[in-house]
């Protein structure tokens, strides 16, 4: 698969461009979004080299890494980033993360974003395991991933290295034969 085009009722996935840098720098440079993230708020020349390094990622074969614009269904417009990320010892199972512009908070959007994903991963993809860690303080996100119907599986304790420190990760998940389309 080369050019991803998924969309729902209110959200749309597809392949980043260039001209998506602003609208991501917008999720990236923020503070308020980066708050749960593993790394400080991107500088634009920074979103500007994920991108390059995400529409490589999109010709090697075989695809592990999906890094995709959110667009507003209604307005076409970028209001986030997401990323499915297969893993190479288990090629079913993939790993989640996504940001939204601030705008798009308290909506409902993030829990339509997972789902979204959701299907994208075992309907197009094939995949059995769909899993994302976020950070305990991120109840938005534990909020979103339940609501789709992801599992909480429990916590891993200092996962990853963040600006402030070590930060545990709480893991949630979705199997393919428990899923159903929501």
């Known amino acids: 698969m080369r050019h991803v085009l998924w969309n729902g009722e209110r959200l749309g996935l597809r392949e980043v461009t260039e001209a998506d ?3 991501l720098h917008a999720v990236y440079g923020d503070p308020t979004v980066t708050q749960y993230m593993p790394f400080a708020p991107r500088s634009l ?3 500007s080299a994920l991108v390059r390094l995400a529409m490589e990622a999109a010709e090697e074969e075989p695809r592990l890494l999906y890094v995709m614009a959110v667009v507003d269904a209604g307005r076409h417009d970028v209001i986030g980033v997401a990323r499915l990320h297969i893993e190479t010892e288990h090629p079913h199972s993939a790993e989640i ?3 939204l512009h601030p ?3 308290g909506r409902g959007v993030g829990t339509d974003l997972v789902r979204l994903l959701l299907s994208f991963g075992f309907k197009q993809l094939g995949l059995h395991r ?5 950070s305990p303080a991120n109840l938005p996100a534990q909020l ?3 609501t789709a119907g992801m599992v909480e599986e429990g916590r891993i304790r200092h996962h990853v290295h ?3 420190g070590w930060r545990d990760s709480i893991v949630h998940s979705a ?3 428990e899923w159903t389309e929501r």
């Open 175 to 177: 199997l393919e034969d």
């Open 144 to 146: 979103a991933m339940l």
């Open 162 to 164: 963040t600006p402030h």
């Open 45 to 47: 020349p920074e979103v």
């Open 103 to 105: 705008d798009m908070w």
């Open 21 to 23: 840098v602003p609208a």
């Open 97 to 99: 993360g996504f940001g």
């Open 130 to 134: 769909i899993w994302g860690a976020r």
